[in-house]
């Protein structure tokens, strides 16, 4: 009876560290709410929006996100170009879309693959995956990329 329910316990706990490790298409974080940052399983790293001290700006950012003091280690703009209160990064099929409160977008990140899903990894590196030829490489990854933005097509 214990291991049973031990087992299935287990189960439950495997499939909700599944549902949190993938990112889906069209998952949306925003400044303004508790959805500003994919955690990765263990917690140990976030992305997402990450406030700058005593202002309405943020920077897209990857985070130590288990000490109180969220140190920052990897950042997609700046410092000098953070995005305001209001500002949404969604995952699409071509990448990381980051649109301003004025309709303005740009990519954190783009691929010309159809990215399938995202994920924050319990090693700092954020990566998007591509299911083209049912093999779900990585098409991108923080860890790779520094700095990048660029304009949108759409
Ligand atoms: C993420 O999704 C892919 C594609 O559906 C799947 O193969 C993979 O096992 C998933 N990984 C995790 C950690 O959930
Ligand atoms: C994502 O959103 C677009 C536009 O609303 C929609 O056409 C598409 O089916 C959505 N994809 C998924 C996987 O939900
Ligand atoms: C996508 O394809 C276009 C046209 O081939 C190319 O110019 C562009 O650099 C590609 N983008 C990426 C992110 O690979
Ligand atoms: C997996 O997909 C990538 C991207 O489309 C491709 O470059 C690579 O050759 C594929 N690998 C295998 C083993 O099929």
Known sequence: MASATFFILSLLFLHITLAL??????????????NNAWPSPSGEFAFG????????????????NKIPEKTIVWNSYSHSNPTPTGSKIQLTQSGLKLTTPNGESTWIAQTNNTVSYGSMLDNGNFV??????????????????????AKPNS
């Open 21 to 34: 490790a993938n990112i889906t298409i069209n998952s949306t974080l925003y400044t303004n709410n508790n």
């Open 49 to 64: 929006f990450h406030q700058l001290k005593d202002t309405n700006l943020f920077m897209v950012a990857i985070w130590y």
């Open 128 to 149: 998007l995956a591509s299911s083209d030829n049912n093999n779900n490489t990585l098409v991108w990854q923080s860890f790779k990329n520094r700095y990048f933005v």
